[in-house]
């Protein structure tokens, strides 16, 4: 009987999430984590788009910013309750990631990476310039924290950990299932060769669209909890240099996984936090690990985890495997 | 059943293919044979509406399909099995078969029927369906291209060089299969290099060169033409 099995590793992993407030000893930790739970949401949207569909966006700084300004207007400005504002953001950064859709994707590779920078930083521009709207640089103030659900209150930080933690797992399953799903594979076969996904009649456009809308969406939600959880926001958090973090995060932890984005993000996160002694030299330090990580593991540290599982079980089993190649070469 | 009239294809300024005229008739195994770069990929990938046509039409059962998208005519029954094999190498063999009745995902009764007409078909794929189809040989990646293709239900089955670099004994076995898919009904348009082979279970044949139908006729026709048998077939 092994212990070791994925199963029980996700059973523990999520046993642990739950007691980890039980076992902080102050809040900075559970700071932190929530934080970085709520980048991992974002680095998930961007993953479905750019690791399993294929499309590399470096436009979900931009919708995250939507997600997180649409919530603290609605909320200090319109005066909405917060989960009726959670709802509405997510839909407005999906109307806006359709509207953006339409026309990115027409694009493909590399000229679909440029446009999305654009957008992304016309997203920041819009947001920084448009003052009487978002009050430009010196942002939102004052946006509440989540409302109560009955007697369940959001003003500790273990609260809102849990919170975060929830939507955080629940994205995760949301994901799986799609990848798990005949939906899943038509993303991946629009990555592996759109041609070859036409001729077996997928409609690529209608896919990707969805696709991206629904990376939009996790974005935004990500935005949206980060504007009610940070209680500030600024435009900066649209930037590119946000964008570049997320995509990191992502590289880092393995793009195309199902595991990465959470990995990597919980990695980088906790490591720069470590690391603030050194201040803007982190990147010297971030700079070469990205870079030995992109050459040697191009599937991040899921990947390269994947891989050594991979060959593990091939060394285990080199009869079988051998009947296999005999019994090929016969076919 | 299918018919190009006076097709033309560009990419750019490139003219790939011009005034192709086609005629397949239903249950009809048809060859196009032609060097590489003749203008056969063009053809497949101007029915399957992927490459838009510069001039002419495509008619299918009657219904002209030029400018249709891709996906609408697999839903129609116009499928192409695309040269080189090129399966979703991460898919198990039989998330590829399923991939490939895509435009029927909804009917699971029909899925499962087809399914076991293409493991009756090829059953190595049977017994390794649960493979990755990047880890199999060269020939079951072949059969796997072909039995996807036919999980969509075609009615016109078109195949670009299934034979290439294939093994001799596995491309004999190949165009049995293709002339028992044929048998059953579906019409066939298949592209090939290998002259010999195809023109011997073809009815009938178009010669391209540099984009345009030099020859065309009956299987035994060509057979007997000398300037295919110089060109193809090396006698």
Known sequence: MKILTKRNAIIASIIFAFSFPLIAQNDYYLHMLTLSFIWAIAVYGINLLSGYTGYLSLAHAGFFAIGAYSLGLLTVKAGLNFWLALVCACLITCVIGLLIGLIALRTKEHFFAIYTLCVGYIIYLVIDKWEGLTEGVRGLIGIPAPGNIGPITFDTAASQYYLVLTFLLAVILVVYRIVRSLTGRTYMAIRNSEDLAQTIGISTMKNKLTAFVLSTFFAGLAGALYASFIRFIGPDIGSTSIMFDLLMYLLVGGIGTLSGPLVGTLLLVILSQNLQFLQEYRMLIFGPLLTLIIIFYPRGIAGAVFDWQSKRKDKQLPNVRAEIHIKAEEG | ?235
Do not use: W
């Open chain 2, 1 to 235: 059943m299918l018919k190009l009239t006076d097709v033309t294809v560009n990419y750019a300024s490139f003219t790939a293919i011009k005034h192709v005229n086609i005629e397949v008739a239903k249950g009809e195994l048809v060859v196009l044979l032609g060097a590489n770069g003749a203008g056969k990929s063009t053809t497949f990938r101007a029915i399957s509406g992927i490459s838009k046509l510069s001039k002419g039409e495509i008619h299918f059962l009657g219904i002209p399909i030029g400018g249709r998208a891709p996906d609408k005519n697999v839903r129609e029954g116009i499928v192409q099995c695309a040269e080189g094999r090129k399966l979703f190498p991460q898919m198990t063999v039989q998330e590829n078969l399923k991939m490939g009745a895509y435009v029927h995902r909804k009917q699971k009764g029909e899925i499962k029927h087809s399914l076991e007409y293409v493991y009756h078909l090829f059953p190595i794929l049977k017994e390794k369906h649960h493979d990755e189809a990047g880890s199999l040989s060269g020939g079951q990646q072949q059969m796997l291209a072909i039995g996807r293709s036919l999980m969509s239900k075609p009615k016109l089955l078109m195949l670009d060089e299934p034979s290439v670099g294939l093994a001799p004994l596995i491309v004999e076995q190949m165009f049995q299969v293709i002339e028992e898919i044929n048998r059953e009904g579906i019409t066939i348009l298949l592209a090939e290099q290998n002259a010999n082979a195809a023109l011997s279970i073809a009815d009938k044949g178009y010669v391209f060169e540099n984009g345009e139908i030099v020859v065309q006729g009956s299987a035994r026709d060509l057979l007997a033409n000398d300037e295919v048998r110089k060109a193809y077939i090396g006698a």
